[in-house]
C-alpha cells in the first residue's frame, strides 16, 4: 500500500445502509472508500482478491469490557482491540466498568489516549457512567463526560437501582442528546439468583432469576424515557417480555432502541448443564455459560429472533466480558459472569442465517448501520467519501473454535470446541489491515 491504494476486487459488496448487494470491486485511497463498482482498475495499488467473500461495512460493537485501566489480567486495551479487529469490528464501546471506573474526564480521556496508543487501528469509543464511581447514589458529572468525549451513559454491571436517580441522569442525557445504555435488572428480584429462572435451574438446585427482573426495568425506563424525552438504549436484552415492551414503545414513537447479544440469540439456559462423556445424568454445570442477564429459555430466544427479523431488534452487541480462567473454576455460585465474545460473535450468528432464520442483511445491519444509527456515527457504510472500515466474510468457511488461539485475554466461552460456519478473513480499519487470515493474499 505504498500510495495509499487499496483494491479489493470480485467481493460481493453488501452494504445495507445504502441498499447495495452486488459483486464488484471497491477501491480504498487515502484512508477512505473513493469508489465502488464493477472493473475498477488502479495503477500500482495494492490488490486483495475477494472472489467467494462479502465485503460490508466494518462492524460496531455497542458494549464490551476492555477491562484496562484496573483488570489488566483479564483484558487489555490492545489485548481487547486485536481480538475484536480480528472478529470484524472497527468501532468498539468499551463499558465504564473500569477500577477506577470511567465517571470523570480524566478517565475518559485516559481510555482515549491509551487506545489512540496500544490500538491506533480499532476505533475505540468508552462510556461514561450515569452515577458517580457506579454506587448508584449520586450522579457522575455527564455534562463534563460528554465533553471528555463519552459517547453514552451506563452503570453496566449494575442498573441505576434509585428511580429518581435514573429519571435526574435522562433528564440530563436528554438535553446532551446521548443514549442512556441501560442494564435492565431488578436487583430486590435477581438477588441470590445465578441462572434463568426455570426446570434447568430446579434440576440444578440453583436459584434463578425471573425473566420479570428483567422486563420491570425495561418498563420503568420506557416510563422515564417518556417522562424525560432521553434516548433510551436497552443492552443485553433477553427476554420475549422485554421485547414487547420496547416494540410497544417504538410503537408509541418513543426513542427506545435495544441490542441482543449472539450467546442470548443461540444457546438456551439448558446449555448451563454440562454434558460430560461417558456420563448418562449428570449434574454438571459449565461456568463458561453463566452470563448476566442469563441464558434463557427457548421461547426467548424465539421471540428474539423474531425482533430481528421483524426489525425490533436494532443492534447486535457482544457484551465482551473477558475473565480469567480462574474467575471461571469455581462452583457456578461463586462464578462470576460474561463470556469473551468477539471472537466466536460472526460465526455464532450465522448459524441463524445457515437456518434460514435471519437474513444476512438483517444480520449486517444489526452489526454495521444498526449501531451507527444509535452512536449517531458516520460509519457503518461503503459509501464513496466514507471512513475506510471493511470487513471481507467467508460465510461458508468451517472452523472449530480453539480458545487457545485467541488474541483475547479472556478464553471464557461456552463456543470453545463449537464447529461454526462463517469467519472474518480481513478487517480493514481506515483503509490499513488490522486482521488477515492467513490465507488472504495481498498483490
Ligand atoms: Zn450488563
Ligand atoms: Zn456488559
Redesign the pocket.
Known sequence: MTNNLLLIKNARILDPGAGIDDTGDILIAEGKISKTGKDITAAGAATIDASGLVACPGFIDL?C?LRQPGYENKETIASGAAAAARGGYTTICC?PNTNPPLDSAATISYVRELAARDAPLVRILPVGCITAGRAGKELANLTELAGAGCVGFSD??SPVSDTRIMSLAMENTAVLDLPVID?CEDLNLSQGGHMNDGWVAARLGLKGIPAAAEEIMVARDIALCELTGAKLHVT?MSTAGSLQLIREAKQRGLKVTCDVTPHNLTLTHERVMKTQEGLQTTLAYDTNARVNPPLRSPADIEALIGGIADGTIDVVAT?H?PHTAEDKLCEFENAVSGISGFETAFGVLMSLVHSGRISLNALVTCLTTGPARVLRDNAGTLKPGACADLVLLDTGREWTVDVQDFLSKGRNTPFAGCKLKGMVMATISSGQLSWRHSSVRIS
Open positions: 458494549h469490557h463499558m453496566d454491571g442494564h443485553h457484551d466480558a
